[in-house]
């Protein structure tokens, strides 16, 4: 599920996955980006989907048991489930991941659906928690890059939170202390990009995700 869908806390229940392996049907592959808040992660990734239409980049769609908001349309942002629908879907391992972020409150990414995406020929691209992240590299293996975007620092990570002023004094120091504990999972991803320069960071994942695609169309050939 995508990172933005999942502000629950300390007390996130790390991801489930499916327990068949990951080897999906499909022409396209799997970018995996994770990282502390605040440490620019979204901002690079919606750069390089909106600047870059020639990797044929997809967010995965997930599934939530919550109602749709405003001009959300099934199918598009999410794909809506009742709580009961998403318990079955559970009991019959149809999902890569998911959590329940409140009672009967769930979201999850579909086995089926990454599968479809990677069948039209998208490269499709998980925003996800550092769990999350680890997990789905292991279920899809070579098949997937992951990618951990890093902050300089914990200090400068502190400036950027307090300068966003969004965050009360409380807030900013439980994410804090979340991006230490954070930090700790980085070297079991792929690929570390520090973000102490944000469009050399650009440039420098372009290139990591460019190079990874391209590998993989030569060894398709």
């Given amino acids: 599920m995508q990172e933005n869908n999942q502000q629950n806390g300390d007390n996130t229940v790390a991801p489930l996955l499916g327990k068949d392996g990951g080897r999906p049907s ?24 909106k600047e870059h239409p020639e990797l044929s980049l997809a967010f995965s769609i997930s599934c939530t048991s919550r109602p749709p908001r405003g001009t959300e349309q099934n199918g598009v942002e999410y794909f809506f489930l009742s709580a009961e629908e998403f318990r079955q879907r559970i009991e019959k391992d149809e999902f890569l991941e998911y959590e329940e972020v409140y ?19 998208q490269n499709v691209v998980f925003d996800v928690d550092v769990k999350g992240g680890v997990n789905i590299k ?43 504990y954070e930090l700790t999972f980085a070297p ?14 650009k440039q420098e994942t372009f290139k990591l995700v ?9 060894t398709k050939g």
Wanted: net charge positive; charged share 30%.
């Fill in 188 to 201: 079991k991803f792929d690929k570390i990009v520090i973000n102490d320069d944000l469009e050399k960071a």
């Fill in 26 to 49: 499909g022409r396209g592959q799997l970018l995996i980006f994770s990282a502390p808040s605040g440490s620019g992660k979204s901002t690079i990734v919606n750069w390089l989907m």
């Fill in 210 to 218: 460019s190079d990874f695609l391209d590998a993989h169309k030569h």
């Fill in 138 to 180: 292991k279920f899809y293996g070579e098949r997937a890059l992951s990618i951990f975007i890093q902050p300089p620092s914990i200090d400068e990570l502190r400036r950027r939170l307090v300068g966003r002023a969004t965050d009360t004094p409380e807030v900013i120091e439980d994410r804090l202390a979340k991006a230490s």
């Fill in 103 to 121: 009672k009967n409150r769930y979201y999850g990414t579909l086995k089926q659906q990454v599968d479809n995406q990677l069948g039209k020929g």
